[in-house]
C-alpha cells in the first residue's frame, strides 16, 4: 500500500489549510482511515479517523470544532480541513491505514507561524 499526503504548507496564525491524502494500492472504502501528526521532537499523536463510508469520525480534543476529516472514495482520497490554526498545531502530518502508525506514507509539513 502507498499513502501520499500533500497539502502542507507555511499559514499564519488563524489561517486554514486543506490535506489530502492519496492512497494506492487498495481501497479506502474498506477501511478505516486516519490522520496522525508529529511534531519537532515528539512522538506521533493521532489526529482523526473516519470510517470506510465516512458516516463516522473522531477527533481528538485539541483540535474538535477546528478540523473535520473527510474522504472521497471514488477517488481514494482522504482530506483534513484544518481552520483557526494554531502555532501547536505545527507538524508534519500524515495519514494512516485504520489507526495503523506504521502504514504511513509520505507526510506533509505544516507551519503555523507569523
Known amino acids: 500500500l502507498q499513502l501520499q499526503a500533500s497539502g502542507g504548507g507555511l499559514v499564519q496564525p488563524g489561517g486554514s489549510l486543506r490535506l489530502s491524502c492519496a492512497a494506492s494500492?487498495?481501497?479506502?472504502?474498506?477501511?478505516?482511515m486516519s490522520w496522525f501528526r508529529q511534531a519537532p521532537g515528539k512522538g506521533p499523536e493521532w489526529v482523526s479517523s473516519?470510517?470506510?463510508?465516512?458516516?463516522?469520525?473522531i477527533y481528538t480534543d485539541p483540535v474538535k470544532d477546528r478540523f473535520t476529516i473527510s474522504r472521497d472514495n471514488a477517488k481514494n482520497t482522504l482530506y483534513l480541513q484544518m481552520n483557526s490554526l494554531k502555532s501547536e498545531d505545527t507538524a508534519v502530518y500524515y495519514c494512516?491505514?485504520?489507526?495503523?502508525?506504521?502504514?504511513r506514507g509520505q507526510g506533509t509539513q505544516v507551519t503555523v507561524s507569523s
Open positions: 494500492g487498495f481501497n479506502i472504502s474498506s477501511y478505516t
Open positions: 494512516t491505514r485504520q489507526s495503523n502508525w506504521g502504514s
Open positions: 473516519s470510517n470506510a463510508d465516512g458516516g463516522s469520525t
